[in-house]
Structures are given as C-alpha cells and as structure tokens.
C-alpha cells in the first residue's frame, strides 16, 4: 500500500499535480467537472473541517487528495476499544468525547443531509435523536432535571419520587441564590443581547465573563452555576479568562433554539449509534463515491512556500513508511487542528501573511473522555448530563437508551457489557477527591477511579443510588492522552480555547497565499467557539475563498450564521448609536 502511495505522489508530480477522479460523476454536477477539470486541491487533515472542505469541493469537480495522519473524522470519530471483541461481535465503541448536536447548528446538519444512508430520506440527518431531558448535578444536594419540551417529543416519564426531588431542587436552588443576584443576571443577560456588534466585538470581547456577571461579589451557587459552570462545560475555558462574546453569543443562541427561534432542531440531538457507523464511515463511503483519494497514515510535516511566486509550491507530507514525499497541488487546504497546522508554517508564510503569525497566540487546552462500560443500563436520565460541583467538571450521557437499532450486549463486546456512559473531563488542573491530585498528575487508572468517583459522588448523594461498583464492567480513556502522571503529560486532540481576545488573533478562511486556505474550527466564522459547526463554516468558507481566487462559476457554499432575532435589532441599532458616543448600553446601570 505504501508502494502505490508513493507512485500517486510521483504521478502527481509528474503531471503538474493533476489527480484523475474515478467514478461516474453525479449528472447535476458534470457540466461544474468539466469546467473544473485538471485543477488539484490537497486537503490536509481528515476532520469535520477536512471531510467538508473535500465534500463541497469534490461536487463543484475538483481533484480532492485528503491526506489524514491518523483516523478519518478527527475528533468526532468513533474507536474501537482494542482487544474487546468476542463471540463475532463488534469491539465496544469508544470515542474522544460524546457527540452533542445542537439545533443552533444549521451548516452541519446541511452536510448531513447530503450524505446518504440506507433507509434514511434525509440522510445520515435522519440518524440524529433528540434526548427528553438534561440535568445539572449537585453534589451533597438534589439534581436538577430539566425536560426539554419539543414538538413531536415524549417526555420522560417520571415517577412520585422523581417529581419530589426536581420540586427540591428548584426551591434549594432558588433559596440558594438570592433574588437580587438572579435579577442582576437577568439584566447583565439583556445587557449582551442588546449590544450592537461593535460594543461585542470590542469591549465585551476584552471582559471576562466572570467580570460581566460580577461573579467576584456574588454567593457561592451563583459562581459554581453562572459563572464557572456556563464557561466551563460551553466553552471550555475557565471564567476568569473566558470572552464574554463569545459566551454570551453562545448563551445566547441557546436561549433562541429553547424558545424554538432560528433553530435547525431540538436543542439537544445526539446520533442513534457509535458516531462511525451513523455518520463518517458512510461520508467517505460518499466521499469515495464522488472521486476524493485518501490517504491514511500520512502526516503534513511542512509547507513549501516560494518567495518568487509568493504561493506554496509544495506540501512535504511523511508517508506511512516514514518517507518524506513532495505532494504538489494547485491548491492547499490546511484542515488540521491549530495546533498542529502551525508547525507547518514557516516564517515566510508568516511574514507573507500576518494572520498566520497572530495563530501563535490562540491558547488550545484539554477535554478529553473516558468510557464506562457497565453490566446494567444506567438509570440516570433522558439525556445529557453536567456535574457542576465537580471538580473536574464532568459531563456524560447514558448511551444506549439512544440508539434503538443496536441491542448492546448483542453487538458489542463480549456480551456482557449492557451500556456506554461517556464522560468529558473539562478540567484537567485542578485536584480531585481521591488522591488530591490533578487529572494531568495521575495516571491513567487513578483518573479512571477519580472520575467514578466523583461521578458518584454527583449521582448518589441524595439517598438514591444510580451508579454501583458492582456493575463497572470496564473502562476506556481516549489514547490521544499520554504521559500523565509523569512530568510531561502530552494529548494530541486539544482544544481552542477562549480566553479574551482570542476573536482578534483568529484567521479568516482565505489567506494572503494565493492558494492556501485555512479550514478548522479556529478559524474565524460566525459561531465563535470550537465545534464541528464551525469546523464545517470555515470549510465552506475556505471553499468559497478558493471558487473566488479560480474565477469559478460554481456555485457559492452556503454559509449559515447564527439566528439573530429581528425584534430586537432596532435596540442594537440604539446601542451602536450609544456606542458610538462612547457611552455605555442603555441598560448597563453597572
């Protein structure tokens, strides 16, 4: 296999980076391949970003070559736990971090739908469920259970029992937080939604969070469920750093999506099984079908960039033997994640364009999960939920009981393993309740103890136990994270975080380089956080760049923004005004 990678990368060369598309092209489309032919694109990376920037240019007809390092998907890939299989069944599935698709999203549940699924009218689209209900758990106090209320959705059903414990945890919350300060966050909230863009842009994306929301003088639950909780388990980043646009943009959004405003969904979907099978095993399947080439195992090591023309001459990419090859292109997307694709740029490429520089200063952190494979469903809940007295700031959901077409212990395993609860640890630099000791300082045991335990410590603190020692079958920790416990713990698959200022260092799709265009969810879109949505919007951004500099007729990408509901644009209007003389929004008292 390596043998005949070498020969395309050799015919690649040889032919002034022309890659022949195999396969019949889609009818609607062959009029855009002809027009296209001849013209390469080299993706690399094979993530959400890169997966859709060789989807949409591989309909408008170019020769796509995506080269992947490692796995197709990225981070939003499934694994198999290895070694785990027996009697013909499928390895347990393990993951990264749980998938969490919210209705806000518009330009990748697009994608979704276009990609095609037996039985499925809407595609892989129609593999999305949307769980009844979340929870925020307490530790040492009830939970609150939130259903969420949707057209067309059951609610879950509730016993005498469950229905005593949510009355209680809505009046030990509501006692616990005193009336003024739920008014004063109710205003600071009305405060960012009636700023006008510029005020966002500026002063709220220099403010932290826990500054706008004057956390500092505030009660105890008011920092742990409205300052430290919102940053840590939305955008992952700690609320004395976090960006109060980008909070507040994302706060927001989810608000309007509850409220059934601008939404593509329900607020809360998930995929109906391991998220390889139900969603990237048949997106490259479609790849494959439409002509993308792909090359595993192949790792982007540095971009020729030539002075003379001012555009990248070449990528040198590693192949699977460990030899350094020269692939040449007419066109170079960069589709890895941010830290990795900067590696790869030189100082010239810096110099050529400034905004490649300003990537060195974006902050990338950890969040990472952990699987427990349990003899017994999990009788937790409907759906997500968030441990906000955690210290590590957990999140997890019960997986099983969302996909209806898979019978666990049938398909996965050794049989006796009857569910998945997968778990996000947020918060890596901080001690935990076992050992006293940061998830980064222990190992890969002690974190997988730490976590349980704190888990249980969430769920079976109030009388009712919902997680038993006895049913832990096994566990599984994403292979991405390395050398913890040690002095130099490393993880492959950060995250970008969002620390103030972190909107004004991030790229826009196309860059200064003729043919180089960026594409990841560092990248500048409308929806400012790392997630696959703003993965795929800069793929389709970066796309859209390249059509631009080509003179192409094909068709633009659409790039959805975010809702912004028109009712209220009159009074951002009022406050770009006040803006404008420097004064502060009308609602704004301080």
């Known amino acids: 296999m390596g043998s005949s990678r070498r020969t395309f990368v050799a015919g690649a060369v040889a032919a002034g980076g022309a890659v022949a598309i195999g396969g019949a092209p889609v009818p609607a489309l062959a009029a855009t391949r002809r027009r296209t032919a001849g013209r390469s694109v080299a993706v690399l990376g094979g993530g959400v970003a890169g997966l859709t920037a060789a989807h949409e240019l591989a309909e408008r007809g170019f020769a796509v070559t995506l080269y992947e390092r490692r796995a197709l998907g990225g981070k939003a890939r499934s694994m198999d736990v290895p070694n785990s299989a027996k009697g013909g069944r499928k390895p347990l599935p393990a993951e990264h971090g749980f998938r969490f698709i919210p209705g806000i999203y518009h330009n990748l549940p697009d994608t979704m739908r276009r990609i095609p699924f037996p039985g499925n009218p809407n595609g892989v689209h129609d593999n999305l469920v949307a769980p009844r209900e979340m929870m925020m758990a307490r530790t ?21 029992d469950d229905i005593r414990r949510a009355l209680t945890a809505i009046l030990e919350t509501a006692a616990g937080l005193p009336a003024y300060e739920t008014a004063y966050f109710v205003n600071r909230v009305l405060i960012f939604l009636t700023s006008c863009d510029e005020r966002r842009d500026t002063t709220w994306e220099r403010t932290p969070w826990w500054e706008f929301v004057r956390a500092e003088r505030m009660s105890k639950d008011y920092q742990r469920l409205l300052a430290i909780g919102v940053t840590r388990n939305i955008v992952a980043t700690k609320a004395e750093e976090a960006s109060t646009r980008t ?10 999506n509850a409220l059934g405003r601008g939404a593509d969904g329900p607020p809360d979907r998930l995929l109906n099984a391991p998220t390889n099978e139900a969603w990237i095993d048949p997106w490259v399947d479609h790849l494959r079908d439409l002509g993308v080439d792909f090359r595993v195992g192949w790792t982007v090591r ?65 969040m990472t999960g952990i699987q427990f494979y349990l003899t017994e469903r999990t009788p937790i809940l409907h759906g997500h939920l968030n441990c906000v007295d955690s210290p590590w700031s957990l ?15 049938a398909d996965y395993g050794d049989g006796t393993a009857a569910d998945c609860l997968s778990v996000d640890i947020s918060e890596w630099d901080k001690p935990g309740i076992l050992y006293g000791k940061t998830a980064k300082q222990c190992t890969r045991e002690e974190v997988a103890r730490e976590v349980w335990a704190q888990l249980k410590a969430a769920l079976n603190d109030t009388g009712k136990t919902v997680l038993r020692d006895s049913t832990l079958h096994s566990w599984f ?45 560092y990248v500048s879109v409308d929806i400012d956080l790392a997630t696959m949505e703003g993965a795929n919007a800069s793929a389709r951004a970066a796309v859209n760049a390249l059509l631009d500099r080509t003179g192409s007729t094909a068709p633009r990408c659409t790039v959805t923004p975010l809702f912004r509901p028109p009712e209220i644009e009159f009074l951002k209007r009022h406050d770009r005004a006040r803006y404008r003389l420097g004064l502060r929004n009308a609602l704004d008292v301080g």
């Open 140 to 160: 040492g106090r009830e939970d609150i259970r939130i259903p969420i209320p949707w057209p067309g959705h059951q609610p879950a059903d509730l016993t005498l």
């Open 247 to 256: 909070v507040g943009t994302l706060g927001e959004a989810f608000v309007l």
């Open 302 to 366: 540095e971009m020729k960039y030539d002075p003379a023309t001012g555009k990248i001459s070449a990528a040198m990419i590693e192949d699977p033997g460990g030899v350094r090859q020269t692939v040449i292109a007419d066109h170079y997307v960069s589709a890895l994640p941010v830290e990795h694709a900067r590696r790869t740029w030189s100082a010239e490429m810096r110099a050529a364009d400034p905004q490649l520089a300003r990537c060195d200063k974006l902050r990338t952190d950890w």
């Open 395 to 409: 999140t997890a959901i019960a997986q099983a009981q969302h996909w209806p077409d898979r019978d666990f212990p």
């Open 477 to 521: 920790l994403d292979p991405g994270v390395d050398g913890i416990g040690t002095p130099n713990p490393t993880n492959e698959d950060e995250l970008l975080i969002h620390p103030v200022g972190t909107l004004h260092n991030r790229p826009s799709a196309a860059t200064k380089i003729p043919n180089f265009f960026l594409s990841g969810d």
